[in-house]
């Protein structure tokens, strides 16, 4: 049986991490691993916002996390986004497991005092069954499950590398490209591939 717990500590997701970052490989979502998602809670979430993640455990797993924070808009009504940034975020779910953890997730919201009045789902895939399975299991059944729908292109790059894709390109596309980048090394960026993990962690540090 699952069972959700609804956290607004940061320092009360430790326990969670670990099962948290592998759902989001599972389920190829880099922008909703919790390193991601956290660092954008610390660094950059609106300051009136509240932090408020649900992670859905059966056992000692974690089958699913929905990651939001909250913020009351001048109506009075209470919405939870989606934390982070990127196109294509959403809840995550052991596969075939989605419709219990909405449920789950539903159920931690009804019996939260002061919990979300709507969910808004920005830049989830447009094909996401995330906002019918929130609306359909979610006990309270009026919740508001949104969603704002935005172009996000794919760049594919299988059978090729980053230099023969670009090389299919115009001059003009090239050209940009190039500058874009003198621009950026102008104000001290660099650029390096890391491609070991150690090479990630220094690159971060």
Do not use: K
Request: a neutral charge; aromatic letters at 6%.
């Amino acid at each position: 049986m699952a069972s959700a717990l609804a956290i607004q500590n940061p320092d009360e997701l430790a326990p969670h991490l670990e099962g948290w970052d592998r759902l989001a490989l599972m389920r190829r979502q880099p922008y909703a691993a919790p390193d991601w998602m956290l660092s954008w809670w610390r660094h950059a979430a609106p300051a009136s916002s509240r932090l408020l993640v649900v992670v859905v455990r059966d056992g000692g797993e974690v089958i699913g996390v929905a990651p939001w924070h909250q913020h009351r808009l001048r109506t009075g009504l209470r919405v939870a986004r989606l934390l982070g940034t990127g196109h294509r975020v959403e809840p995550l779910a052991l596969p075939g497991r989605e419709g219990e953890v909405a449920g789950a997730v539903g159920a931690a919201f009804d019996a939260l005092a002061g919990g979300p009045g709507a969910l808004a789902l920005d830049r989830i895939d447009a094909r996401s069954p995330w906002p019918v399975l929130l609306a359909r299991e979610s006990p309270g059944g009026g919740r508001v499950a949104d969603r704002e729908l935005t172009g996000a292109p794919v760049v594919r790059l299988e059978g090729s590398t980053y230099e023969e894709w670009l090389r299919g390109h115009s001059r003009n596309f090239r050209e940009q490209r190039t500058q874009a980048r003198r621009r950026f090394e102008r104000e001290g960026a660099t650029i390096r591939m890391a491609e070991e993990p150690a090479d990630v962690d220094a690159a971060i540090a």
